[in-house]
């Protein structure tokens, strides 16, 4: 699927509708666009703090959007994304379909504004019989400057591709988007943008041994897959490579520990991690990072049957841990366990995995935050939290302590797969520190990855979280 990308023009009369940017102290730059009456109307209403503006003109539409001072760098950035999130909707409005941007402020809140409203510019209409029926997206968008930072516009473009390819896979609905589905897109991604991809089926996960995404897998007629992807550049500047593991259940009904029927309605999203890291990985590959990169996906569905696994069944691990399963409904830890045994073998210098792991994540930071925890030093937090607000997709660090740990021991076999209830991603976040002997972060991404309202760019259902938060790191983690 193509999506809105961003061009540059230069400055000059246009019949284009003009979108005018501008922070209140150069108002009256825009005396070069606008004519007086406008201008004399501009200004008596931002003094009352009107900061929108649309002005219908002969042959075009010109909308004025001010941005407000700011200290806080994350803040001025997500106030102007925001505000381009808004402006979309006043253009789906009048129903227009291109328009061009002049700043008359920084270029980093320009394109801060044009990627909330290219973010904001995506829609699901996969299976609508007749999608010209709704709201029609923008098809055309481009920003008039004297100098156009070509690396900055490459690299936004590059980043609504990958964010709004996530979300299309997580959006997709079980009926079209099984386990050998996820497969099939990592390796048209691998095609596309240029990175390595080998997909192993059952039949070597079963020589493996891989006991944790097997059992998960036991009730499905369809069958598991594991993708390996591979970004390996020449003069990398990692001798050891970063490894990223998405939690792949393309469905999850809870097993035989059944779902709700509310609760399971939305859970084609258990598999946001594994699409992120797709994202990433293509979004890497794309902008040619000199930096190596693995991405490990266990795929599965979790369904009922006759030969589902049942609460009180042991299973043993690929790393030949026992494990009591006293609940089936938290298997991702089970699969997730799995690949993170796999990423040993690649001795890495870091891992990080990401998941819709645990309803506890919600109701412990909502929809606002990524809860995050592992043993990487203090330093790789940093940044990581660092990229969480360039990105405004924000972490907070929970505790790894020894006694959450301690809920998991069982009296048949090495550990269980749940705690007593209470502080629930913590306990996932043990369970999956025993099989990581390397520096290590576990990102629940329950909260923001899975809208049921849209949070302005943030597009109701999949949101594509991980993926701008990712590259982000990843870029300036060898600066």
Known sequence: MQYLQLAAVPVGPTDDNIILLAEKAALQQLETVLQPDEMTFLRQSAEKGVHHFFFPQASRAVFVRLLTPEENPAYRLEEARMSGH???RELRHYKLESATLRHFCPDERALAFLEGLLLSNYQFLHYFSNPEKKDRPLQHLSWACETPPEAAIAELNLLVQTVCMTRDMVNEPHSHFNAL????????????FGFAVDVLGKEKLQSLKMGGLLAVNQASEVPPQFCILEWRPEQARNAKPIVLIGKGVVYDTGGLSLKPSEGMEHMKCDMAG???VIGILSAVAQARLPIQVIGLIPATDNQIGERALAPGDVIRMYSGATVEVVNTDAEGRLILADALHYAKKYKPELVIDLATLTGAAIRALGSQAICYMGTAGPEVKRALEQSGWNTFERLVELPLWKEYGDELKSHVADLKNLGSGTAGMITAGKFLEHFADYPWLHLDIAGPAYLRHANGYRTK???????????????????
């Open 181 to 192: 589905k996820l497969a099939e897109a990592a390796l048209a991604a691998g095609q596309q």
């Open 86 to 88: 808004d402006l979309l």
């Open 461 to 479: 259902d999949g949101t594509g979280v991980g993926v701008r938060l990712l590259f982000d790191f990843l870029k300036h983690l060898y600066d």
């Open 274 to 276: 594994a699409a992120a």
